[in-house]
């Protein structure tokens, strides 16, 4: 009995976890939720932006079921949550209230949620968008929140993101956001429309993995319509004309004084040496067993992967496990741009099951490589974490699969298990599978990576960017009048693998005068080639404050890769708010301006200060200087005094947060009489780093609130 409990919490806890989701529910009671929300209808506007793709995501929603547990409820608060990659640059969101278009203001997490959640206040804000950090393997979990829901009437909303580009020979892919829209509670629209916006030369651009239902060039408006039907498990890439017209793009913008850039240019010319490889993917995937790996992630950055790094010389195939078993083809498939795209549509339409296969994929595994003439490879990418033996041993189970394998064979292995089995052997410590997976790999000549010890993007680098099918380096100098460019971030998708015919991508800033001599060098193995390039003025493109938007979004990714540091982090809360950027520590919020409540919504910003002073509600000048916060000293350690007045009697509350949004200490929670009133706050128990105070108050008829960082060094 305990087990078959156990298993439908496991099968609760999975549903809540899902990469997409949209609910409805009480805000009283957020964990009682309803998934039969109606997706009215999606929009996406996407526009070449340099070396990034802007898209534009309109979506329009609403609630008419019957619920019975809602029945007497007219005001419900709708949930998505959705995945993107970390390089997304999420930089606006707005909501419409009738035919009145409502844009977000930035501000800290922890003031945006708490003013949204607040449900005492008679009339409340009606969005809220924020995002986690990123896991192991890129992706960031997003969620958007609305309120109210009431039912048959519909909620609109946009939200904005940029896209580096994936350059594929000629051209710029993306991904478009079809897992986001897809939940498998909540059936999907049928049909989304596109809109991409070509400007000044008419393109149709072409979508890879599913059927265009649809398409007509708009000239009155510069745009080319497309739409296309959406069904469950799709993986759909756009392909753009690469910015490059010749040998190189450039792309400048000045904002406050400072340059951007946005560059595309081709790498220097050298010929791929390695011998050309043949490899069976064998994709063993249990949705269950992997924490943070969701199997559209895996396929979809199999698929990027496979694009960069092999050629035409070189040949795959998939094999693939679902409720049934899928080959890709019934003999390798030449890795060009239409071979792959063609194989992965054929395989990616499925769902992962909720058990492994890999002893059954062994053996179809092995009639397909032995049907072969030549020498080929095989990888199998497996998250099983256990394996019946049948009365053997490990080591006898394991050349038992490699003696069914013709000689010659190398078997790599992808242990995606990322949990912590431990067992005692040999006077050391072991997962159970890693002896077994050892012997095959070791006995062939292959290769074996885990999971619990590598990102998954480490390990696909490492075992298809073998010999010279990169450069190990790359680097772009550039030699202004009178200047230099700095602060440069490569948009790569293999960072320290460079495929050898893919353009490089770098965004930057710079200061000087034209003309520019720009040098491309590759390095590989001993050898370093170059060439050279001059640009005039003549040759730039005059770019959009995107381009100063993406330096920024990049700039704050990479920060984020940084160890943790008290410091680090009040930089990204900065930045985030005054380029209206979305990070794990800022959240988007729509502000009712009738609420009377928390940041002045027209200022758009929230104008942090020295730390003496804290801004608040200004329904009047009066008003804001009657409840006017200071703290001394701060910094402090290991206690501080936060003194305050407030201007009518009142209940009064006065917390303090930690970095990651969590109460670490309650002072206040009471009714207060009008004046002035101090409390010391003793941090003696908590770590070096900034906290976050929030007071708020609610009397003589009015409601204020106030924000104010703290900073413990000891």
């Not at 929300?37 to 329009?60: F, H, Q, R, S």
């Not at 885990?450 to 960017?465: C, G």
């Not at 950027?581 to 758009?604: D, H």
Request: overall charge negative.
């Amino acid at each position: 009995m305990k087990k078959i409990i156990l298993y439908i919490l496991l099968i609760i806890a999975f549903r809540i976890t899902h990469a997409t989701e949209f609910s409805v529910y009480e805000a009283n009671y957020p964990n009682v939720k309803d998934y039969n929300v109606n997706i009215d209808d999606i929009v996406l506007i996407i526009k070449p932006a340099g070396v990034y793709v802007e898209i534009n995501l309109y979506m329009t929603v609403s609630y008419d079921f019957q619920s019975w547990f809602f029945k007497n409820y007219n005001e419900l608060e709708f949930k998505w949550q959705f995945n993107l990659p970390q390089d997304a640059i999420v930089h606006e969101f707005c909501y419409w209230e009738g035919d009145s278009i409502i844009y977000a203001k930035m501000l800290d997490k922890w003031t945006a949620e708490l003013l949204f959640s607040d449900v005492s206040v008679p009339v409340r804000n009606p969005a809220l968008l924020v995002q986690s950090i990123p896991n192991n393997d890129g992706q960031v979990v997003h969620e958007l929140r609305l309120f109210p829901i009431k039912r048959n009437e519909k909620r609109k909303f946009k939200i904005q993101y940029l896209l580096p580009g994936r350059p594929t020979g000629e051209n710029l892919r993306v991904w478009l956001p079809m897992t986001q829209l897809i939940s498998k509670n909540t059936p999907p629209p049928k049909k989304l429309k596109i809109l991409y916006e070509y400007g000044n030369e008419p393109y149709e651009p072409k979508l890879i993995g599913t059927e265009v239902l649809l398409s007509k060039n708009l000239s009155d408006i510069s745009s080319w319509e497309l739409e296309i039907p959406v069904s469950e498990n799709q993986f759909v890439e756009m392909e753009l004309p690469s910015p490059i017209k010749k040998d190189v793009f450039f792309s400048t913008y000045t904002k406050n004084g400072e340059h951007f850039y946005h560059l595309a240019v081709k790498p220097p010319q050298i010929q791929k040496i390695s011998k050309p490889r043949k490899i069976l993917f064998v994709i063993d995937f249990n949705r269950f067993n992997t924490n943070n790996l969701d199997g559209d992630f895996l396929l979809s950055y199999l698929k990027e992967s496979l694009l960069q790094a092999l050629t035409e010389s070189d040949s795959i195939n998939v094999l693939i496990a679902y409720d049934e078993y899928v080959l890709g083809s019934n003999k390798w498939v030449a890795c060009t741009k239409d071979g792959i795209d063609k194989l992965f549509q054929k395989i990616m339409m499925r769902s992962f099951p909720s058990y492994n296969n890999l002893l059954p994929l062994i053996s179809k595994a092995v009639e397909f490589i032995n049907s072969q003439n030549d020498f080929s490879e095989v990888l199998f990418i497996t998250n099983i974490n256990t394996i019946n033996l049948y009365g053997e041993s490990k080591e006898q189970l394991a050349y038992e699969i490699i003696d069914k394998f013709k000689k010659g064979t190398k078997i790599h292995i992808f242990d995606l298990d990322n949990k912590s089995y431990l067992i005692w052997s040999n006077d050391d410590y072991e997962t159970p599978m890693q002896s077994f997976y050892g012997i095959i790999t070791y006995a062939t000549s292959g290769n074996l990576f885990f999971l619990r010890y590598n990102s998954l993007k480490e390990m696909l680098f490492a075992f298809l960017y073998e010999d010279i099918s990169h450069f190990e380096s790359v680097e772009v100098q550039m030699r202004y009048q009178d200047g230099y460019a700095h602060s440069k971030h490569f948009i790569a998708l293999h960072e320290g693998y460079y495929p050898i015919n893919t353009p490089i991508m770098q965004i930057g800033k710079f200061s000087g005068n034209f003309p520019v001599d720009i040098t491309v060098f590759g390095k590989y193995k001993t050898t370093n080639e170059k060439y050279s390039i001059t640009l005039t003025e003549n040759d730039i493109v005059q770019g959009s404050e995107l381009v100063a938007t993406t330096w920024y979004g990049k700039h704050i990714q990479s920060l984020l890769k940084l160890p943790y540091d008290p410091i680090t982090i009040s930089n990204i809360i900065d930045l985030g708010i005054e380029e209206n950027i979305l990070t794990p520590y800022t959240g988007f919020l729509v502000f009712n301006l009738e609420a009377g409540q928390g940041t002045n919504a027209s200022q758009g910003r929230n104008g942090e200060n020295d730390g003496s002073n804290t801004d608040v509600n200004e329904e009047s000048k009066e008003d804001s200087l009657n409840f006017a916060v200071k703290i001394f000293p701060n910094p402090f350690n290991p206690s501080t005094t936060i003194n305050f007045n407030l201007p009518a009697n009142g209940k009064v509350i006065i917390r303090v947060y930690n970095i990651l949004g969590e109460i670490v200490n309650e002072l206040i929670n009471e009714e207060m009489n009008a004046g002035n009133h101090s409390i010391i706050f003793n941090g003696a128990n908590l770590s070096s780093g900034i906290y976050i105070l929030i007071i708020s108050f609610e009397g003589g008829g009015k409601s204020y609130f106030a924000k104010q960082k703290l900073l413990l060094m000891k």
